[in-house]
């Protein structure tokens, strides 16, 4: 595809549609963020980045962007980890962190419609105020909530309470044309055609522009308990999960964690871990309407956990001792990001079932390729993060046993039956993993979704399915 | 090494409201816990207790429910516990309080250290520990925020009085009122609930105690009278300025000399 390179005319356009200087970046003014995102070592930047506030001003851009060829990328906070919201054919980078208003919570269809740019954290607490409850919970706190639904985040409720896409019940979207949509609605039952805001979930910015969100709320539990489950060792603790799945009892979480990640969080955030004795732990939550309620729901998975050899059960059941503990949870992948020059991550999911196999399999890779490697996950619903981490290795063998490692845990994910990523998406940087994954004509239907949306291909190029 | 660690039970929220009529705190529905500062004083104890061995009572003044913070403690490690409980106690100021749980004390043992947390976050007087070891006649330190050395006889601590860090040597018998994060506490173990769920705690009513003169106690022991109680005024004044920078500087610096800042 041959793009237009972005001039001094179309930039008079821009500044025709924004109308606010200080709402457009050229040239030198563009940050070095804007080049890339938390991780990945994707690196490019856009020829202009345009900060919009309004539904019209991206509308706008984009019906000028599609009439002269111009590729656009799309970016909220740009905390992702796989470079989706890289400009790779440079262009203009709409970045959508600026429409962060509330605009309507209906309390009689337990819904709220916010702008893309709302941060997770102000969307959590803004109905927490108001004894409502938004159940995804992303690590990422300060991650939009556009950035959001584009990844279909899932984080540390999925077991319970599932992920992003569960609690979106409409968009308001721009198509790459400039056209605007909505999908889905406020209706909780919809059986109106093809599912297209199931299709806008997760397509990283490669489909249409979200505007607005609907999300559905659940009304805020009363209590929550957490259980920090020390184990002798990772094989123990991690072989204990599938017992407490089966034990029909449903925790919010199922989190494992490791000595040496506590430690880390430990050094990052300059705090103390209630407990660091064990070689590993599980963290499990539960949630209900009173104290005795959940008490009674975490005696029989604590017995099971005793019976596979847990240490002791650390109940966690105020506010300070929950903030000490999912404080440090929330900050492992800066922690561990802290303890290394650089990392790259994979975020594999397999099914519940097969997590410990996954795991072990992991956590035995550092002595087959000799390379550091940290994990720890939501081992309740299959889904890992693994980090592997450069050290102090040249680039060479960073990259050698870098792709060794991946490739054997890809892998060891797809013998599980699993997939490629469970939260963090596809991107620019594990398209390589996904077309090793997926059946060619899956491909090839996704590619036919990408061109009946953005036949002219400018809406953020290269990823995803494209090569 | 006998330890005793005074507790208490307090609200479960950070926001307890007042009833703008009565003057009194709305306790209805709110859930209780231990008081956040006590939990560091427990771990304090079971520090000491792993490095010298001997025992630790929690002891905590309340109605008979105020006995869930004392089978926490037991959760977390705690061998004894004391409620000190009767009607008669009621309505207590802090030095009616100081007095009762001092008499408590004696009737149930002899120490050789008590510890208390800093303040409590309900009455958040910080008086009670200091007034206990006075009716106790017995040395006391507040602010304590690190255990320097444990000796036969005496211990060494830091005290944080916000503006210098003091050292000190104090002798057994005493009392340490301390800060937070001296310790991180640990979490209550369900193994160490379930094993002590039948535990024994011992009550102490006013007939137990040596001084069993009824005016001593609750509201009739307590020179404290309370006007009103009502929430502190929310000060959410905010300028909004626009300009150049080299302007707002100034202008900066001339509000915060008006108000005295600078």
């Not at chain 1, 893309?116 to 004894?131: C, I, K, N, T």
Request: aromatic fraction near 6%; glycine fraction near 8%; proline fraction near 4%.
């Amino acid at each position: 595809m041959n793009y237009k390179r972005l001039d001094q005319n179309d930039l008079k356009t821009i500044r025709a549609i924004i109308k606010e200087e200080e709402r457009i970046l050229y040239g030198e003014e563009i940050n070095e963020e804007y080049s890339h995102d938390e991780l990945s070592d994707t690196v490019s930047y856009p020829d202009v980045v345009v900060k919009v506030i309004s539904t019209e001003e991206v509308s706008e851009i984009m019906r000028y962007a599609y009439e002269n060829t111009i590729p656009v990328t799309p970016r909220g906070s740009g905390t992702g980890l796989v470079g989706a919201s890289v400009a790779i054919e440079h262009g203009i980078m709409l970045d959508t962190s600026l429409m962060n208003r509330f605009l309507e919570l209906d309390e009689n269809n337990l819904t709220i419609t916010v702008e893309p740019g709302v941060l997770l954290m102000e969307l959590a607490a803004y109905v927490q105020d108001r004894d409502l409850f938004y159940p995804p919970d992303p690590g990422e706190k300060s991650a939009t909530i556009g950035g959001n639904i584009s990844t279909n985040a899932g984080g540390m409720r999925a077991v319970k309470y599932g992920v992003t896409r569960d609690y979106v019940r409409g968009l308001e979207v721009v198509l790459p044309d400039g056209k605007v949509v909505e999908f889905g609605g406020k209706v909780v039952k919809n059986s109106t055609g093809y599912a297209m805001k199931d299709l806008m979930v997760g397509s990283e910015g490669t489909l249409g522009i979200i505007t607005k969100a609907t999300l559905k709320l659940l009304p805020l539990p009363k209590k929550a308990i957490s259980l920090l489950i020390p184990f002798p060792t990772l094989e123990k603790a991690i072989r204990t999960v599938p017992f407490i799945i089966k034990s029909k009892s449903i925790p919010t979480a199922i989190e494992f964690m490791q000595r040496e990640v506590i430690l880390d969080a430990e050094k990052y955030l300059g705090k103390k871990f209630p407990d660091s004795s064990a070689d590993a732990y599980l963290l499990l939550k539960f949630d209900g309407n009173s104290t005795e309620e959940i008490e009674k729901d975490y005696a029989n998975v604590a017995q099971i956990c005793l019976e596979q050899g847990a240490i002791d059960i650390l109940i966690s059941d105020t506010n300070e001792r929950e903030e000490s503990i999912w404080k440090a949870r929330g900050a492992f992948l800066e922690a561990i990001k802290g303890s290394t020059t650089y990392m790259d991550e994979v975020d594999v999911v397999v099914p519940r079932g097969s997590v410990n196999e996954m795991v072990e399999y992991i956590h035995g890779l550092y002595k087959e390729v000799d390379i550091r490697i940290k994990s720890f996950g939501h081992a309740g619903d299959g889904n890992l993060h693994a980090y592997i981490l450069k050290d102090d290795l040249s680039e060479e063998e960073w990259e050698n046993k870098m792709k060794a490692a991946m490739d054997k845990i890809y892998g060891k994910a797809r013998e599980l039956s699993g997939q490629v990523s469970g939260e963090h998406g596809i991107g620019y940087a594990k398209k390589s993993y996904l077309m090793e994954s997926m059946d060619p004509a899956t491909v090839e239907i996704m590619r036919g979704i990408k061109r009946a949306f953005d036949p002219k291909n400018i809406l953020n190029p290269h990823k995803v399915c494209q090569m | 090494m006998n330890i005793l660690v005074c507790i208490k039970q307090v609200p479960d929220s950070n926001k307890v409201e007042v009833d703008p009529v009565t003057g009194v705190l709305k306790r209805n529905g709110v859930e209780s816990k231990m008081n956040p500062y006590d939990l560091y004083a427990i771990e304090t104890a079971l520090r000491i207790k792993e490095k010298l061995g001997g025992s630790i009572t929690a002891l905590t003044m309340g109605p008979n429910q105020a006995a869930g913070v004392i089978r926490e403690a037991f959760a977390m490690g705690v061998d004894h516990g004391v409620l000190i409980s009767d009607r008669k106690f009621g309505g207590a100021d802090v030095l009616a309080t100081s007095y009762t749980i001092s008499q408590g004390i004696k009737k149930s043992g002899t120490y050789d250290l008590i510890l208390c947390g800093k303040q409590t976050t309900d009455g958040d007087t910080a008086q009670v520990g200091p007034e206990v070891a006075e009716w106790l006649g017995i040395p006391s330190l507040s602010n304590v925020s690190k255990v320097t050395e444990l000796k036969a006889g005496s211990m060494v601590v830091e005290m944080d009085m916000t503006h210098e860090i003091e050292i000190a040597e104090i002798e057994y018998p005493c009392l340490l009122a301390v800060d937070k994060d001296i310790f991180i506490p640990r979490l209550p173990s369900f193994v160490k609930k379930q094993e002590t769920k039948d535990r024994e705690i011992r009550v102490i009513t006013l007939a137990d105690l040596e001084d069993r003169e009824e005016k001593h106690y609750g509201l009739n022991g307590s020179p404290t009278q309370v006007q009103r109680i009502f929430p502190p005024e929310v000060n959410n004044h905010r300028e909004v300025w626009n300009g150049e920078g080299s302007e707002l500087t100034g202008r900066l610096l001339s509000k915060l000399k008006e108000l005295k800042f600078a």
